[in-house]
Structures are given as C-alpha cells and as structure tokens.
C-alpha cells in the first residue's frame, strides 16, 4: 500500500463496548469499510481486558476472572514452560502464540465476515497490547511488575513478538494488506519516578515486538508519549491522542519531518472517545484538525507533506463507552475523514 491510498483514511483503535461479536463487526464494518479492525469486547469478558487478552501461554500466568486480576506466579518453578515459549520462538511456531475464542471472541467473526464481503477492503487492522504496558501491569505475587525480572522482561517480549505475528499471518488469509498497532499508553511514564525504565531500553522493549511484524506497523499511544522515542522505533504509523495532545507532538519538528520523509504517517486521533464528542460536529473537527497540522506547518513542515501522510482515527478506543457514545464516536470520525478527502481532492 502507498501513503497516498491511506491518505485522510479512517481507522478504528480497537475496543468497542458492545458484548455480541456479531454486532460489533458490524460496527466497524459499517463505519470503517476502507480498513475495518477486529474489535477487542473487554465488557463480553474479563479474558478480554486488555492484560489479560494476549496472556494464553505465557509462563507461569494466572488469570482470576473473579477477582480481576491477572499475574504471573514465580513462586514456582518456571522452567519448562520457559523453555517451551523459547522453542517455540526459536522455531518461529506461530499455532503457540493463537489467541482463542474465548479471549478474542470478535477476531475470527470478524475474519469470516470480512472474507464474505463483495468488495474487499483497502487493508485490515489489528492490534496488540504493549510490552512495557504489559510488562508493568501484570505484577508477581508481590506485586512487583515482570518488567523489573530479567528473565521474564525477555521472555514478554518474545512472547508478544510472536502474538503479533500470529495476528498478522491469520488477518492476511483474508486479505493481503495488514496494519498491526502496537498499543502502549505506558510509554508516556518512561523515564518518570513512576516508571524508572531509561528510554534505550522501552525503545528496544517496542523494536523486538515490532520487528516481527511484516507489513505496515504503528504503535498507539493515548497520553502525553516521548513522541522522538515512538518515532525512532521501526513504526510506519505514529497514532495518538490528537484531541488533547497535538501541541506536544509540534515540540519536535525535526524528528516528525524525518519520520514523514522515511514515509511515516501520523493517525490524528481527533475524536475525542469522552462525552466530549457529544458537543462537537464535523466543523468543530475538521477545524482542530487543521489547528494540530498547521502547528507543524508553522514549524516549517508543508502542508501537503503532512496531509499526504495523515490518517484519520478516534483519540483512543471505545471500550469503556456506551454504545451509542461509541457509535457518536464512529460517525463523526468517518464524517471527518469524507470531509477531509472531499476538500483535498482524495476521494
């Protein structure tokens, strides 16, 4: 795919807050036709939060749905399934890193109604939860986070390198043009007192993950991120929360001018996913939209440079929303996006 098919295109983030995968796909294909993502249902389940969903196989996991929590118990020995995850790393085993119905009850409805369409989309979105998101979250029994192990810190990475790959191989079975984000709200903490975790080591932490991604590869980050950390990562695609932190991204000029020269993109997360959304229009949008590039272009970044490599995308996913707050969320970061392409000549 090149930049100027994606140009002003929507994508969804992930989460929906609906429990039917049936009706979710249909969501998202509905409002998101040109590249539709399979929606994660963290209401259908607890298997479905966002830690727990990509958890099937890692050594020494303990998911407990009754009392919502998700940790790895070192308190035994974790040897062999250690060894097993390695194996099946070094071998490249992908069926090791499936994710199951049961935790993503929207992925494979979702590769059966994509493959029944008449026309098929641009591309396919997926997405996968983080390392240093992962890796700070899910604690040991004393609650110390694995990232802070040496040994388990590698073996998460290995272990969401090959979730990514898997998701990667079973999207393209239906479609031969993939994006997969790497979403990491955690980034925004490195180099904090909360997160003592040094910028070479995060910036590795995503590189491992997302050099086992083949196609376009972009990482997600909803908060106020080390927008040059994310951008020296091996990502086509930089996505973030737009609505509320376009000014920090205009800090760094030069470091979003290169990543638009090696042909990176930027997905403006524009809509905000709050009951913000149900006080702005299309106009309200399209009009921030224009106010977070022109900073650049202010900087001495062109226009059309920017507009070329923009994607159009809600703030964060929708989870957490209601439905209808969802769908408010959908419709106008669809209308954004055929306003955008209809000034622009890109229709």
């Not at 039917?20 to 607890?46: C, G, H, M, N, T």
């Not at 085993?93 to 119905?101: G, I, T, Y």
């Not at 955690?186 to 991604?213: H, K, N």
């Amino acid at each position: 795919m090149s930049v100027p098919a994606l140009a002003l295109q929507t994508l969804p983030i992930g989460s929906t807050p609906h429990t039917d995968p049936a009706e979710a796909v249909r969501k998202v294909l509905e409002y998101f036709p040109d590249i539709p993502a399979w929606p994660q249902l963290p209401r259908r389940s607890f298997l479905e939060n966002m830690l727990v969903q990509f958890s099937e196989g890692f050594p020494g996991i303990v998911v407990d749905a009754g009392e919502k929590k998700v940790y790895v118990d070192t308190s035994r020995d974790l040897t062999a399934e250690l060894e097993h995850l390695y194996s099946a790393y070094l071998e490249q085993n992908l069926e090791f890193a499936a994710v199951s119905d049961a935790y993503a009850a929207g992925f494979r409805r979702f590769l059966q109604d994509v493959a029944a369409l008449s026309r098929p989309p641009l591309a396919l979105k997926g997405q996968i939860v983080g390392p240093v998101c992962w890796g700070m979250m899910v604690v040991d029994p004393r609650g110390r986070p694995i990232l802070y192990d040496e040994v388990l810190a590698d073996a998460l990475v290995k272990h969401m390198a090959m979730k990514a790959a898997w998701q990667e191989r079973e999207l393209r079975k239906v479609c031969p043009n993939v994006i997969l984000f790497v979403d990491d709200p955690y980034v925004a903490a490195v180099g904090s007192a909360y997160l003592p975790l040094g910028r070479e080591q995060a910036q590795a932490l995503l590189t491992e993950v997302l050099s086992a991604i083949g196609g376009l590869k972009g990482v997600h980050c909803c908060a106020n991120a080390d927008w040059p950390l994310l951008m020296g990562t091996p990502i086509d695609i930089l996505s973030l929360d737009a609505y509320g932190y376009a000014e920090s991204l205009a800090l760094y000029p030069e470091e979003v001018y290169a990543f638009l020269e090696r042909g990176g993109m930027i997905a403006w997360g524009i809509v905000p996913t709050s009951k913000a959304a149900l006080d702005e229009t299309t106009e309200s949008l399209v009009d921030r939209l224009h106010r977070a590039i022109n900073l650049l272009v202010r900087k001495g970044i062109p226009f059309e440079k920017v507009l070329s490599a923009s994607l159009i995308t809600p703030s964060c996913g929708t989870g957490t929303l209601s439905p209808d707050l969802a769908e408010r969320v959908f419709t106008l970061t669809a209308e954004v996006s055929a306003e955008m392409r209809r000034r622009y000549g890109t229709e």
